[in-house]
């Protein structure tokens, strides 16, 4: 599977923003998608991961409430929806493959092209 993310760009604090995951190949809806971040000088975080048909959803940010994830297999797209956007999110957001669900980014299996997201104050 190939993963691309995509729809980050340059918002305003109090903004919101859709992060597509699109995926190619037939092996898609045998993973695990996962949502990851890597702000300037930090260590690639975990925000969420979904599972096979959407029945395993996990959050790993501490302000969970803010973000949405949720997965259309027939698009073969992963979405992550970003609410109440603030400086500190900003980041290079990317989308990884795993078998299962991990907040640990060296449990992926494949990274997609990341997206970046820039919070303005």
């Known amino acids: 599977v190939q993963l691309q993310a995509s729809g980050g760009g340059l918002v305003q604090t109090g903004g919101s923003l859709r992060l597509s995951c699109s995926a190619s190949?037939?092996?898609?809806?045998?993973?695990?998608v996962g949502w990851f971040r890597q702000a300037p000088g930090k260590q690639r975080e975990g925000i969420s991961c979904m599972g096979v048909d959407s029945w395993n959803t996990e959050y790993y940010i501490s302000d969970k409430e803010r973000f949405i994830i949720a997965r259309d297999d027939a698009k073969m797209t992963v979405y992550l929806h970003v609410n109440s956007l603030k400086p500190e999110d900003t980041a290079v957001y990317y989308c990884?493959?795993?078998?299962?669900?991990?907040?640990?980014?060296?449990?992926?299996?494949?990274w997609g092209r990341g997206t970046q997201v820039t919070v303005s104050s």
């Open positions: 190949g037939r092996t898609f809806s045998s993973y695990y």
């Open positions: 990884a493959g795993l078998i299962r669900c991990s907040s640990n980014s060296a449990e992926a299996r494949k």
